[in-house]
Structure formats: C-alpha cells, structure tokens
C-alpha cells in the first residue's frame, strides 16, 4: 500500500496480517527487503509492517523539505492505525527506533535494536575516512566508484562471506546518488544525552565482529538503559538480521512472548 504524508512523500508499505504489531525500520541507503529473510523466518501470526524510509525502495519524495524519520515513522503509524507496537530497527533503522521510543514511548510495547547507531553521533575520525570517499564519488557522479567502496566498506566484512552476500550486494547495486549526498534530516540534539530516560523494555542485538564505532554506542546502551537485555552473537558482524535470520527472529519473538502486553 501507498502512504502519501502532508511533507510531499509517497511511502511504499507492506502489512501482514491484519491488525499489525510489530513495525520494522530498516538501514540506511536500504529498503524493507532487508527485512526478507527475518520476515520469513519469524512466526508468520506475528502481524506486522515494513516500510520504505523516503529517499529509499519504491517511497517518492515530491518535495524536498526538512525531515525527521521519527516524524514519518510516527505518520505511518497512524496511516495504519497503529496505537502501540513492537518496534525493531537495524543500524540506522536501530537510531530511527531508539529516536522515535525516546520522543514517544506510549508508542512502544518493546523495542528491538539490531546494531544500532545514534541520531546526532559524532562519528570518529577512522569511520569519516572511510566515509568521506564513498560521498565524495556520488557528488562528482561516480555512482559504480562509491558503490564498490561501501560494498567494500569493512562494517560489512562478515556479511559479504555470508549466504546474504549476494542479497547485500543487490542492495548496494541499489543505492541512489541521491541516497549519499541529499540528506536534509533536521539537526537535533545528541541521543546519547537522554539514553537514560528510556523506559522501553529494550532488546539488544549485537555482533562481537561489528566494527568498534558500533561496539561503542552499543556500550553506551548497555550501560545507559535501566531495561535493556543485550545478546551479543560471537561470530556475527554489524547485520546479524542477514547473516543469521532464523537465530535473530527465535531471539526476538522469545523477547516479545515474554512481555506481550
């Protein structure tokens, strides 16, 4: 189904079931079929929505105005009458979630994060390295450059020699110019800064085999929320959704079957 929102933007949804309670947020320069596998492996009376962030998948921006996610994310709820849900979000789909729990937590039964980042993180100087090239390549127009570059990038290293190396790749071979270099989400304070009101029963999903930048910001959760289970898979890199889609939905639906209220 279509969700056109008041800012100009068409976003691709897709529900299963008919009264949807769990909403998943996939990463950057993605689309909801990251989701594929876990969608697939998950109990399939677990009723629940995907959708496509603006800029990405088959959502259409019309106009190109200031945004948050967490405000697009809050329309598609209500488009689809959704009062509260289990929330679950994968790296920077893991920040839009932790965002939108943190603004409006009567919104949120249970919160799934899966390698998240933060909204307003200050990157480190190794991650800008890395970082920099791949935007600088999609500004001057070289599209194939800055894809094999982020194909390439070692946040993915575990995943490409995974089953879900080709899937990830697709995805890459995806991404637009406009994903890279046209970002207008409006600035706003550090998350790291409020961690500690969150009051969302948080699941926590880590990889031992991410990258340290990730290694830390899971840290900082750990250490800032008061309910927070972490599970930190020993061979698995930063998308453990894709590298290991049947463990990460037995993880989470034990989570929710626990406090399905």
Do not use: K
């Amino acid at each position: 189904m279509i969700v056109r929102s008041e800012s100009g933007v068409d976003f691709n949804v897709e529900i299963r079931g008919s009264r949807p309670r769990a909403v998943f947020v996939h990463g950057f320069a993605d689309d909801l079929h990251t989701w594929d596998g876990l969608w697939s492996a998950l109990d399939g009376s677990l009723a629940a929505l995907r959708y496509d962030l603006r800029g990405c998948g088959a959502s259409v921006t019309h106009r190109q105005i200031p945004f948050r996610h967490a405000d697009d994310l809050l329309m598609v709820l209500d488009a689809a009458g959704i009062d509260r849900c289990h929330l679950i979000g994968v790296s920077m789909g893991g920040g839009i979630a932790l965002n939108f729990a943190l603004d409006h937590p009567e919104r949120v039964r249970n919160l799934v994060l899966v390698s998240p980042h933060l909204v307003g993180w200050e990157w480190s100087a190794a991650w800008l390295a890395l970082w920099n090239p791949i935007v600088q390549h999609a500004r001057a127009g070289e599209m194939e450059e800055a894809r094999r570059l982020w194909w390439e990038h070692p946040l993915f290293e575990t995943t490409r020699t995974s089953a879900a190396g080709p899937a990830l790749r697709a995805s890459i071979m995806r991404m637009t110019r406009e994903q890279l270099t046209d970002d207008r989400h409006q600035p706003m304070l550090p998350d790291v800064e409020r961690l500690h009101t969150l009051t969302t029963r948080t699941l926590l999903m880590t990889g031992e085999r991410d990258l340290e930048e990730f290694r830390v910001i899971a840290a900082l959760l750990e250490a800032s929320v008061s309910d927070l289970e972490r599970v930190d898979e020993p061979t698995r890199g930063h998308l453990l959704h894709l590298e290991d889609p049947e463990e990460c939905a037995r993880r989470i639906s034990s989570f929710l079957a626990s406090n399905n209220g």
